[in-house]
């Protein structure tokens, strides 16, 4: 946590800002399937083209409580968080990045077809055309995860699983070693 905490001090010039952005992590580690040390590296991967801790995770949380609702895991996530940071850096989408989407296992076409308002050839237009953009893809996200969205409430859905708890577990575990290892000094030592 403390190296991660320090590669976003460089990413967002600010100490505090990663300091604030890693409790939030903690925090939001309780509620999702995922591990808060996948999590970490999407928030840091996200960060470095967004330049916002809390827009990240914003972004992360979104695009999770999609996998989560389709059943997916970290793997899809870790995976998911690439491409979007790729497309980012290049500005728009390829065909073979929103595949990927696909390949994870969300209806990235219906997906985008609710948020373009566009069908066939137009939306196949529109991707081949570089009109999928991050915030494009970012904005369709958030609408999913939006009460009445397809993938509303999926984190509260996962309440209770194997997966969720076992995940939950972990990162109750390690947050707590590493705040023993932290504040007994022993770090120091």
């Given at each position: 946590?403390?190296?991660?905490e320090v590669g976003l001090t460089?990413?967002?010039?600010?100490a505090e800002e990663a300091s604030a952005t890693i409790a939030r992590l903690k925090i939001e580690a309780a509620r999702t399937p995922f591990e808060l040390p996948g999590l970490t590296q999407?928030?840091?991967?996200?960060?470095?083209?967004?330049?916002d801790g809390d827009?990240?995770?914003d972004i992360l949380l979104d695009v999770g409580e999609g996998l989560a609702?389709?059943?997916k895991g970290q793997p899809e996530l870790d995976r998911i968080i690439v491409n979007l940071q790729q497309i980012a850096a290049v500005g728009k989408a390829a065909t073979i990045d929103i595949k990927q989407?696909?390949?994870a296992g969300l209806p990235i076409y219906?997906?985008?077809?609710?948020t373009t308002g566009k069908t066939g050839e137009a939306l196949g237009d529109l991707i081949e055309g570089g009109g999928v953009t991050f915030e494009l893809l970012t904005k369709m996200f958030d609408e999913a995860n939006d009460a009445g969205g397809r993938f509303h409430n999926a984190f509260v859905n996962q309440a209770g699983t194997f997966n969720q708890a076992s995940s939950n577990m972990k990162d109750a575990f390690g947050i707590m070693?590493?705040?023993i290892v932290t504040k007994s000094g022993l770090f120091q030592f």
């Open positions: 946590m403390e190296t991660a460089t990413l967002l010039g600010s999407a928030t840091q991967l996200l960060t470095s083209v967004t330049k827009k990240s995770i609702a389709m059943g989407f696909a390949f219906e997906m985008l077809s609710e070693m590493s705040d």
